[in-house]
Every structure is written in structure tokens, then in C-alpha cells.
């Protein structure tokens, strides 16, 4: 599966913006998702991840009540919805799938990567 990330921007805190992660190739249902992100000089993190069908999410504590995760799998899309924006939120944003059966947070678990998508955020 090849991934496409999209959707970012510059934005002033307290605003909102929804990622996109479009998916090519097959079987996009079968596939956990996840999105990550990249501050300059820091760690790949995880932001959030969602099940095959869409019940289950699991979300970083820095983006909790925050962010939501949502996937339409007829679109072979995922997306991201981030309210309240922080300048902290600034990072690249890469969206990834997991081929497993599991909710996961580790970067070592997902299979394939799309290429980010910058987020500003100003204070």
C-alpha cells in the first residue's frame, strides 16, 4: 500500500485542521493505521492510531481530547482531525500503516510510510 499525506498548514494556536492520508493499492481495510510526527531535532512520535474497522482509537497523551483519528475505508482514507492547535503541535506528520492486529505506538511496527505533511502552528 502506498500512502499520501496531505492536509497540513500554517495556522494560529487554538485553530484546527484536518489531515488526509490517502492510501493506493489494495486491501486498505486490513490495515491498522496510525499517524506520527517529527519536531526538527526530535524523535519520530506517535499522535494517534485507529483499528481496521474504525472502533478502536488510541491517542497520544499530548493530543488526548484534542485530535481524533477517523478512517472511511470505501475512500481508502484516514484523516486527522486536530482542534485546539499548539505552536508544540509544529512537526512534520506522517501517516503509516500496520499490518497487524493490534493497536500500536511503536514506529517499528508500521509497514509502510507516506511522506509528511507540514503543520505550523503560531502562537
Known amino acids: 500500500v502506498q500512502l499520501q499525506a496531505s492536509g497540513g498548514g500554517l495556522v494560529q494556536a487554538g485553530g484546527s485542521l484536518r489531515l488526509s492520508c490517502a492510501a493506493s493499492?489494495?486491501?486498505?481495510?486490513?490495515?491498522?493505521m496510525g499517524w506520527f510526527r517529527q519536531a526538527p531535532g526530535k524523535e519520530r512520535e506517535f499522535v494517534a492510531s485507529?483499528?481496521?474497522?474504525?472502533?478502536?482509537?488510541s491517542y497520544a497523551d499530548s493530543v488526548t481530547g484534542r485530535f481524533t483519528i477517523s478512517r472511511d475505508n470505501a475512500n481508502n482514507t484516514a484523516y486527522l482531525r486536530m482542534n485546539n492547535l499548539k505552536p508544540e503541535d509544529t512537526a512534520v506528520y506522517y501517516c503509516?500503516?500496520?499490518?497487524?492486529?493490534?493497536?500500536?505506538?511503536?514506529?517499528?511496527?508500521?509497514?509502510?510510510w507516506g511522506r509528511g505533511t507540514q503543520v505550523t502552528v503560531s502562537s
Open positions: 485507529i483499528s481496521r474497522s474504525g472502533s478502536y482509537t
Open positions: 493499492g489494495r486491501f486498505f481495510s486490513r490495515y491498522y
Open positions: 503509516a500503516a500496520d499490518s497487524s492486529s493490534r493497536l500500536r505506538v511503536g514506529v517499528m511496527f508500521y509497514d509502510y
